[in-house]
């Protein structure tokens, strides 16, 4: 059972490990991740904001197409009127001139509302295209830094899977399941010694005839209280 122990110490050694550098990469990562999100964003509005404008500029261009036609159709009243002798029909025509030039005046109004709206859309649109530029360039170049300390992590990280796998197989393998769900659980700490009696993962006691097994070898005992895989580890006082 000693050199089970060992195998086990060993795999969490080695899993420790490994999980310090999952987060290491994660805190590298994580300036280009920011990066990447942000420029989705302004990508995102950049392309809200250009799709409005087509729509505005198309519904621009239909009140300047109806305002022009308004403009014909008050010009060719206006020369009616001076053709009418009948002052009942002279005064039927001056009303639908004036309801045109009431409309033709409401769509000025609203074509200079949209022109003053597509003026503060462009300024907007400006200003997030050099947004973009920015974060793009900044993301191409943290994307560029990190890439050597990635490669040199990864790399690291896969030869030590490699040597987990292979002494992961030395173990029993209801046992490394079992280890591997502590580890999970527990913070990454699933082997513990059992020291003047007392777990090192839960500083909890151990009845001590459990204890007593422990310190014999015979067998692979766990925690009661923590479930940890617990060893002895003698007390420095008492090796001397």
């Known amino acids: 059972m000693r050199d089970e122990i060992k195998r086990l110490t060993g795999l969490q050694t080695i899993d420790q490990e490994l999980r310090f550098r999952e987060q290491e990469l994660s805190k590298i990562t994580a300036r280009v991740d920011e990066l990447q999100a942000r420029v989705a964003q302004s990508s995102a509005?950049?392309?809200?904001?250009?799709?409005?404008?087509?729509?505005?500029?198309?519904?621009?261009?239909?009140?300047?197409?109806?305002?022009a036609e308004g403009e014909v159709l008050i010009r060719n009243k206006r020369m009616r009127l001076s053709l009418i002798k009948n002052d009942r029909e002279l005064q039927a025509l001056s009303h639908e001139v004036d309801v045109l030039k009431e409309s033709n005046q409401r769509l000025e109004a609203e074509l200079l509302v949209r022109m003053d709206g597509g003026d503060q859309k462009s300024a907007r649109m400006q200003e997030l295209s050099e947004t973009l530029a920015r974060e793009q360039a900044e993301l191409k170049q943290a994307q560029k830094e990190i890439a050597g300390q990635i490669g040199e992590l990864q790399a690291r990280t896969a030869a030590r899977r490699r040597e987990r796998a292979q002494l992961a197989a030395q173990i029993n393998p209801g046992l490394c399941q079992r280890y591997e769900v502590v580890f999970g659980r527990r913070g990454g700490l699933a082997v513990v010694a059992v020291k003047s009696g007392t777990c090192q993962g839960c500083r909890m006691?151990?009845?001590?005839?459990?204890?007593?097994?422990?310190?014999r070898y015979e067998a692979i005992h766990f925690c009661p209280n923590c479930q940890r895989i617990l060893y002895y580890e003698p007390d420095q006082e008492t090796e001397a």
Do not use: G, S, V
């Open 45 to 67: 509005e950049l392309e809200r904001l250009k799709q409005e404008d087509r729509e505005a500029a198309l519904a621009r261009r239909e009140l300047e197409r109806t305002l």
């Open 205 to 215: 006691r151990i009845p001590p005839q459990l204890f007593n097994q422990i310190q």
